[in-house]
């Protein structure tokens, strides 16, 4: 953590609380729940580059308990149960190298609404941050790491495919192999540090190295159309197999969402989950246990989408805050 003084962590920290009370303002005014999601679950997520801390508890009768990475599967089950707006604002853990851009213990910004397709959450997205700049600056123009940024709706929207073909000279959808895929990136002159036989890694050393650095400059950049291989919890797309109907927002070098058009079919999401557990075991990661209330929670759920903001990353662009310790009551650094 750089160091600042004690007048300045306070004002960051008075200016968090404010983004707080205007998120939750946003939310409220059109007609969402607020839930407390719990912290302790059986299943923190399966995602095989999640990791979790594992906690010991006494009235768990001996089952292990992770502190979640999200709270998407306790959301989730209440979709299930009849529930059609609802967020939460919720301290979130992920046992990952502390860094000016991620805490080990961070505020997820997470909600989902029935009936909302995936484009309809794109526009739901840049209002609620251009609603918080507002509400914080009087104005929708923020300074960040000494760039000018526009968050007046619309943001720029580009597909996977659009975004690496200009600013790569690659099209990811063309190739099969990672050999293939790592060929064409240095032909093109983009590095690719890595060997693996796996294209994931390959196609992600190409994002990292030509395209993530060059999106989301002056006007936040919404990329949508993953691959999918990369859908995660998100339905494929019925009019492209090839792509999932997955967004993330990039804005000031920053990674600030990950959302999903909600799969709701619980035999394909099991089948995505024995998939990640046997990625997790091959490469000797902890194997957490099916979600089994979550599965049966997808049977009843209706269309929905959902999307998770780091809250913290959303208050450092907002406020110019370079090091997110800066904006927290302590630093893991």
């Not at 768990?60 to 009849?82: D, I, N, Q, V, W």
């Not at 997470?110 to 914080?136: D, F, K, N």
């Not at 760039?147 to 063309?174: C, M």
Request: some cysteine; proline content about 6%; aromatic content about 10%.
């Amino acid at each position: 953590m750089s160091a600042i003084t004690f007048e300045e962590h306070r004002a960051l920290l008075q200016k968090r609380a404010r983004i707080l009370q205007a998120t939750r303002r946003f939310f409220d005014e059109r007609g969402y729940t607020e839930i407390e999601a719990p912290v302790a679950v059986v299943c923190p997520g399966l995602e095989l580059h999640l990791d979790a801390f594992e906690v010991t508890t006494r009235y768990s009768g001996g089952e292990r308990r992770f502190l979640h990475t999200s709270p998407e599967y306790a959301l989730k089950r209440l979709l299930g149960e009849g529930f059609e707006r609802i967020y939460s604002l919720t301290p979130c853990f992920r046992d990952e190298e502390p860094s000016t851009t991620h805490s080990p213990e961070f505020t997820m910004l997470e909600w989902y609404q029935v009936g909302l397709s995936m484009h309809g959450l794109i526009a739901q997205t840049e209002e609620l941050i251009a609603y918080c700049a507002e509400a914080l600056n009087g104005c929708k123009q923020v300074m960040y790491n000494g760039e000018t940024l526009d968050l007046t709706p619309p943001f720029e929207r580009l597909t996977v495919q659009e975004a690496f073909l200009r600013y790569a000279k690659v099209d990811p959808f063309a190739y099969k192999t990672a050999s293939e895929l790592r060929d064409a990136a240095i032909r093109e002159g983009v590095p690719v540090m890595t060997g693996s036989s796996c294209y994931e890694d390959v196609f992600f050393q190409i994002f990292l190295n030509a395209v993530e650095p060059r999106i989301g400059r002056g006007k936040p950049t919404f990329l949508y159309g993953w691959p999918a291989a990369q859908a995660a919890l998100a339905r494929i797309d019925p009019e492209n197999p090839a792509v999932a109907l997955r967004f993330e927002l990039y804005a000031g070098g920053i990674e600030l969402c990950d959302a999903f058009d909600e799969l709701c079919d619980p035999v394909e999401q099991r089948a995505r989950f024995e998939q990640d557990q046997k990625d997790r075991a091959s490469l000797g990661r902890p194997v957490p246990p099916i979600d089994e209330a979550l599965l049966d929670a997808l049977r009843r759920m209706k269309p929905t989408s959902g999307n998770a903001i780091g809250f913290d990353r959303m208050a450092m662009l907002l406020t110019g805050c370079n090091d997110i310790a800066h904006l927290r009551a302590q630093s893991w650094v």
